[in-house]
């Protein structure tokens, strides 16, 4: 497969995974709840197999990100020679990095301004997703001179590390400011962090080490070996498999535990290759243009669902909350084509490369 194939591919992936976490946020903003699989507490009760398959579903979103970012890094500078000077690279992987980690910050910021008397409750920092990937993208660019192997050994070592941790020595809240950006979530008069940076570092980093990978292979032996690890019940804090569907499916994302990361890899891989077998197919260019878009779609799902969620009642049929989300997605989709349009006018040292 060549450069121009993977970028495609990361893309076309990239963009689906966007419009499943839309459909997560869809039902967050439209029904006002949102479900919380946390380390040092049990599964939450979804209520129904419906809603537990779209929380479910969007758990391959996180990790799908971290593992693609590596990708492209990875990309990127293998299309180039031996005698390539790499320090360019570097230092755009730092600054976007920065920018991901100060866009964090401003993400809720609109929303804030409808709502001043929480000022005072408002953290100064915030550790969300684009943290974690900035976080992931500032260490791994550190990295990239590494070989493969090494790339994928650090990533995997940094994954065992974090559950070894937060398994057996962070077990319970803290608001400890250093152990909430790296290691579990928790908040503080400082931070508000739901993403803490070095797990999702190591899936980066495991992306950046891939080169050459049979994805259907790959696929089918990490869902074998989380069948295996629901078999002797371990690897995902204190959910211990007893009975029934969703309890087995079920895993906990805050921080990631081994369950979880090796469950949602394997259906990404699966996805991957699925999308490698089909990749000409016309059905894929809109995920093009959201794929190419994904910072951009980012901020502008939230806000198209929290406006269009001020016109419909908070309880309404979950198949409605379905079509509200392909119409949010049918406005998303010239606004993202014409940002795109924007960008790809733009000089090779535009800012807008950053985003």
Sequence with gaps: ?????????????????????????????????????????????????????????????????ALLMGMSMS???????????????IYFFLKRGFVLIVLQQLLDLPSLLFNLDSLDKWPPFRGGILYALGASLIFCSLFIKVYPIVQVYIGTAIVFINYFITSTVLTQASSNTFLNLLFIPGSNNWVSVNYPAFPWIGITMIGLGIRKVNFLKAGLNFLLI???????????????????????????????????????????????????????SN?????????????????????????????????????????????GLSILFPICKNYLDLKSQGSKTSIWRYF
Aim: proline residues 4%; charged residues 10%.
């Design 1 to 65: 497969m060549n450069n121009q194939h993977r970028f495609q591919n990361i893309d076309i992936m990239r963009g689906l995974l966007m419009i499943i976490m839309a459909i997560d946020h869809c039902y967050l903003f439209f029904y006002q709840t949102h479900y919380a699989e946390t380390w040092d507490s049990s599964i939450p009760n979804y209520g129904s197999y419906a809603v537990f398959f779209i929380r479910w579903i969007s758990n391959i979103c996180a990790p799908g990100f």
């Design 75 to 89: 990309f990127s500078l293998s299309k180039n020679s031996n005698n390539f000077d790499i320090r360019p690279k």
């Design 226 to 280: 989380f069948i295996l690890l629901r078999f002797i019940n371990y690897g995902d804090y204190n959910h211990k498999y007893l009975s029934g569907f969703i309890n087995y499916l079920a895993v906990s994302k805050y921080p990631p535990s081994l369950a979880y990361l090796i469950l949602n890899i394997g259906v990404l891989s699966l996805l991957f290759w699925m999308i490698s077998k089909f990749e000409k």
């Design 283 to 327: 059905i894929f260019k809109p995920l093009i243009v959201f794929g190419q878009t994904s910072l951009f779609f980012y901020f502008a799902h939230i806000y198209t669902f929290i406006l269009m969620s001020k016109f419909v009642p908070h309880s309404f049929p979950l198949i409605n909350m379905y079509l509200l989300w392909l119409i």
